[in-house]
């Protein structure tokens, strides 16, 4: 699956219900993490188990950022504000990682 810098796709649903979020925080790919909330993933979505990306960090034992971005959406369903700009040109994402291809001229 790709992800143009549209955002169009930043909340697929592949294969188990795993999206870009999920397979991110699965594979404790911290960094892509931030980009996809950044472009609107939505944090209430969950995997063929139930479990929404906070749960899935929760396991994973993520960093306390991490877990601060995905809490609000514990507490409520739905979006967190409206996705912002990102550096991506395009985000490739299979079950087991997430890659970013960045913009020229983006760090």
């Known amino acids: 699956m790709i992800l143009s810098k549209d955002h169009s796709c930043v909340n697929a ?4 219900g795993l999206t870009p979020l999920i397979v991110a925080v699965s594979n404790r790919q911290w960094r892509i ?4 909330v950044a472009a609107g993933a939505d944090l209430a979505l969950v995997d063929a188990s139930k479990r ?4 899935i960090a929760v396991e994973e034992k993520a ?4 877990l601060q971005i995905l809490f609000p959406m514990k507490k409520q369903q739905g979006r967190l504000g409206k996705a912002q700009p ?4 395009s ?3 299979n079950e087991s990682s997430v890659t970013v291809n960045l913009r020229d001229g983006d760090v």
């Open 63 to 66: 960093p306390e950022t991490i």
């Open 91 to 93: 985000i490739v994402v």
């Open 86 to 89: 990102t550096p991506f040109s």
């Open 52 to 55: 929404t990306a906070y749960d």
């Open 13 to 16: 649903i592949a294969r188990l």
């Open 33 to 36: 993490v931030h980009v996809l």
